[in-house]
């Protein structure tokens, strides 16, 4: 017998808390018609990511968030943060960190590739991912939403373990829609993804079949259980610095970023001196 999409929501929510429930229920989901925003975002599978991520940011991570009260509640917002660990559990557990610390839906900006992939490109559209275009993000900064950008991308993600914690090519383009779009940014370090699967090799021929940039070959098959820390800095209003036309000059943008990627330099900083271990 084939399982209902309506069960699963179900099944999602008793096996989250009456507190989690409430929180979802509170959601702002810009519902365009169709159940779902004009992203595809869905109400019902942000319920089902929060029960899927629910073990993993409590008893496998076991996740310590500190700075959430630095995020605005409501309007548009950008977090910057640093990106690595081979497959993308450090957007997972930041997406879930928002939901239970904020109440608020992250969007990530995902590569365009992921898009692409069977199924997982559409879940992680229900649960509130976007693709990389810039009228994308513009959209949702304009509908006063909270936007998850990794400024390193592909490149952050993929790092060799002797980089850990070194960030890589600093994209600017958050800079310049934050000055464009009066958002603040938030910077924000993940610390303990860099050790949950280091790698040992790419494999692009292989990746390009799946139109990724490579398939990773990784010293251990599933992520280690290493403890998460996700460190949320002061709100940095960049349009406040810098003028709107700013937006549009390169070097006033270079400038901008640089800001935004010393502020996460200082907070991974922060999080490597305030842990004994990574599994601690």
Same mark, same amino acid.
């Given at each position: ?23 979802? @229920? ?5 519902? #365009?018609?169709?159940?779902? &925003? ?51 559990? &450090? ?13 608020? +839906? #992250?969007?990530?900006?995902? &590569? ?19 693709? #990389?275009? @810039? ?47 009066? #958002?603040? +940014? ?54 406040? @610095? ?5 937006? &549009? ?32």
């Amino acid at each position: 017998m084939a399982v209902r999409p309506q069960n699963l929501f179900d099944l999602a929510r008793r096996l989250l808390s009456p507190e989690e429930n409430e929180r979802l @229920r509170e959601l702002e989901v810009k519902d #365009a018609g169709t159940g779902y &925003d004009a992203f595809g975002l869905s109400a019902d599978h942000v319920a089902l990511g929060m029960a899927l991520t629910k073990p993993l940011y409590e008893r496998y991570f076991r996740v310590i968030s500190k700075g959430a009260e630095n995020v605005p509640r409501q309007g548009p917002a950008i977090l910057a943060g640093n990106h690595s660990g081979t497959l993308p559990f &450090d957007a997972m557990m930041l997406w879930a960190d928002c939901l239970r610390q904020l109440g608020r +839906v #992250a969007r990530p900006v995902g &590569d365009p590739f992921i898009a692409s992939v069977p199924f997982i490109g559409t879940f992680f559209a229900r649960g509130g991912m976007v693709g #990389a275009a @810039r009228e994308n993000v513009r959209a949702l900064l304009e509908a006063g939403e909270l936007v998850m950008i990794f400024p390193e991308g592909v490149p952050g993600i993929g790092k060799p373990f002797h980089e850990r914690y070194h960030l890589t090519h600093w994209r600017v383009g958050h800079a310049a829609l934050a000055i464009r779009h009066r #958002a603040p +940014v938030v910077p924000v370090a993940i610390v303990g993804a860099e050790e949950q699967m280091p790698q040992v090799a790419k494999l692009r021929r292989l990746g390009q079949l799946f139109g990724a940039p490579y398939v990773p070959l990784t010293l251990t098959p599933f992520p280690l259980p290493v403890r998460y820390r996700i460190h949320y800095g002061e709100p940095i209003a960049l349009h406040d @610095r810098f003028e709107p036309s700013d937006a &549009d000059d390169p070097k006033k943008v270079k400038a901008a970023a640089g800001i935004v990627r010393a502020a996460v330099e200082q907070l991974i900083e922060t999080g490597l001196q305030e842990r004994k271990g990574i599994f601690r």
